[in-house]
């Protein structure tokens, strides 16, 4: 995700990065309200709706397999650029010490919000001090910094010890039908296997990183089709172009089979059956999500005008601060008498909007945080 210098020709993959990080955001507004929430959730609306429930299921499955994508995508040129060495010391700059900082000191807040919000006796520096790192440790949103760092080093020694990885000639490969249904099969496999052991949705951790055991493969696996995807020279004017007409049906049509199966009776008492099925479509649903969005973002969104360059400059330091604003946000608003409707409106614009606005003053001004953010 920090990366955010592109060709011309990719402007479209910067402006769905910015968009992917609005839907983030949007996510976890609708878990406040939504009907069959994790009990754990940070704040949790006296009211809630199944709407919101459709919305989260369907938000959830694409946003991070993308954004795991675009930072595969974007790796190539700055490791030729820089060199394994200098390159990793840069991930290390611009994403390890905000991955540090963010697990250690902005996280415990964030997970002080789920005692705060239902009134436990217990100040931060208690909770800090002990629960936070027994039964209520967590990264937050800063998860996804530490997995991304990982597979940056991976990538790092590969590109160092691997002479026919840095051989890797660019080319113009279309991928033909069979090496997508490929992709959407290996993953599923792999991820099945997972969960015979674990629940579809559990987060798990190791303190060194947290992460959801089932997709643990789509991490691996988009970051890796990333990188592909960058030396096969897809989405460039003679590379491989997704057709918005092909892609959208296919989208709309796993999405609901998707959100269908998942909502359905069977998913009351899942067996490793239900769960394998829910996990084919989930990797059905991502990889056409990616597909359609980018087709839609490079026939509709390719501008590189002010306001997507703000969105896109911006997107890192949102997607950082955006925690901060909208879980107390969500607990102000709890005894508001409004529609829960309008309060998820209301939450996503206003922490949407001052998280961008504080990156955009704060995260890219200040010396030493510009260079990170």
């Not at 279309?174 to 991820?191: D, E, K, M, V």
């Not at 899942?270 to 829910?278: L, T, V």
């Not at 490079?298 to 590189?304: E, F, Y």
Request: proline residues 6%; glycine residues 6%; charged residues 10%.
């Amino acid at each position: 995700m920090p990366e955010t210098t592109v060709s011309a020709r990719n402007h479209a993959l910067d402006n769905l990065r910015a968009v992917v990080v609005f839907l983030v955001v949007a996510l976890h507004a609708f878990i406040t309200y939504m009907e069959f929430a994790p009990s754990w959730w940070y704040v949790l609306d006296n009211h809630r709706s199944i709407l919101f429930t459709y919305m989260v299921l369907l938000i959830d499955v694409p946003i991070m397999q993308i954004m795991f994508f675009l930072a595969g995508y974007f790796v190539w040129p700055s490791l030729v650029k820089r060199g394994p060495a200098l390159f990793f010391r840069d991930k290390i700059r611009r994403i390890g010490i905000p991955w540090a900082f963010g697990v250690l000191i902005l996280a415990p807040p964030t997970a002080y919000m789920i005692y705060y919000s239902r009134q436990v006796p217990m100040s931060l520096w208690t909770f800090w001090q002990t629960d936070f790192w027994g039964k209520a440790y967590q990264q937050s949103v800063y998860w996804y910094l530490g997995v991304l760092l990982a597979l940056f080093a991976v990538t790092a020694i590969l590109f160092s010890a691997s002479r026919s990885f840095v051989a890797w000639p660019p080319g113009v490969r279309r991928p033909a039908w069979w090496q997508h249904g490929l992709f959407i099969l290996l993953l599923s496999a792999t991820s099945t296997m997972i969960a015979t052991r674990y629940e579809l949705d559990l987060w798990s951790n190791n303190y060194l990183f947290a992460y959801q055991p089932v997709r643990i493969p789509n991490y691996v696996g988009y970051f890796a089709l990333g990188i592909f995807a960058c030396r096969s020279g897809w989405f460039t004017d003679a590379g491989f172009q997704p057709r918005l007409r092909l892609w959208m049906p296919i989208w709309v049509l796993s999405g609901s089979a998707y959100l269908m199966w998942r909502m359905g009776p069977q998913a009351a008492a899942p067996d490793i059956g239900f769960k394998a099925m829910a996990i084919l479509l989930f990797n059905l649903f991502c990889l056409t999500s990616l597909f359609a969005m980018i087709a839609l973002f490079r026939q509709d969104i390719a501008g590189n005008g002010r306001f997507w360059r703000y969105l896109a400059r911006n997107s890192y330091g949102t997607y950082y601060l955006h925690p901060l604003i909208l879980y107390p946000l969500a607990l102000v608003f709890v005894p508001w008498p409004l529609s829960i409707f309008l309060k998820a409106a209301i939450l996503i614009m206003v922490s949407y909007g001052i998280s961008l606005m504080v990156s955009d003053l704060v995260l890219t001004r200040l010396p030493g945080l510009k260079r990170i953010f």
